[in-house]
Nanobody
Framework: QVQLVASGGGLVQAGGSLRLSCAPSGRTFSTYTMGWFRQAPGKEREFVAAISRYGDTTYYADSVKGRFTISRDSAKNTVYLQMNSLKPEDTAVYYC?????????????????WGQGTQVTVSS
């Protein structure tokens, strides 16, 4: 079931930027920790970034650290993923997720709510 709607994906050249957005569908996630995951064809879904309920704590996978920034706007109930210096290996379907816990998590199964995903393709 789609409970979060991810958008903003597209096709960009290596070195370019994209900003992904995640909005709720039918409920509020302002008090939930939020995360971004991605999945490339033939591979497992992997952790990208996470942010605490009030945005005071963030965590990133080593592969995107320094290039991606996760943020949230509680008033708009929206989470963002700013992606800079994109590489071909960043190509994947990106998913946003929410969990009703204080601590951030890198584990997909600890997130109970998911979006449908948005495609990001980076050409060389």
């Amino acid at each position: 079931q789609v409970q979060l709607v991810a958008s903003g994906g597209g096709l960009v050249q290596a070195g370019g930027s994209l900003r992904l957005s995640c909005a709720p569908s039918g409920r509020t996630f302002s008090t939930y920790t939020m995360g971004w995951f991605r999945q490339a064809p033939g591979k497992e879904r992997e952790f990208v970034a996470a942010i605490s309920r009030y945005g005071d704590t963030t965590y990133y996978a080593d592969s995107v650290k320094g290039r991606f920034t996760i943020s949230r706007d509680s008033a708009k109930n929206t989470v963002y993923l700013q992606m800079n210096s994109l590489k071909p290996e960043d190509t994947a379907v990106y998913y946003c997720a929410a969990r009703g816990a204080t601590m951030v998590s890198t584990l997909p199964y600890e997130y109970g709510y998911w979006g449908q995903g948005t495609q990001v393709t980076v050409s060389s």
